[in-house]
């Protein structure tokens, strides 16, 4: 498999820009810094970058699928953990 193109390795320091870190932080209220680095081959980043091919609209969907999950994991871990009580 070969290594990262430009345009994701365009991406991938797009993530970790302190000023995307503090707008996706903005959306983490009473969280710590999240950490945005994006692993080089991951397969969710690359499809969405090809797909959209605008490195803008491939973080926000990635982040925004993230958001997600941990929204769901954050309502779904009390009553995993609790037993349903």
């Not at 991951?42 to 997600?68: C, K, P, T, W």
Request: aromatic share 8%; hydrophobic share 40%.
């Amino acid at each position: 498999m070969s290594g990262p193109t430009p345009a994701t390795e365009d991406g991938l320091r797009a993530a970790e820009d302190p000023r995307f870190v503090r707008a996706l932080w903005g959306c983490l209220s009473g969280y710590p810094a999240p950490d945005t680095t994006i692993h080089p081959m991951d397969q969710m980043f690359l499809h969405s970058l090809a797909e959209h091919r605008d490195i803008g609209a491939a973080l926000s969907q990635y982040f925004n699928i993230a958001l997600v999950e941990l929204s769901s994991k954050l309502r779904w871990r009390p009553a995993l953990v609790e037993g349903g009580k």
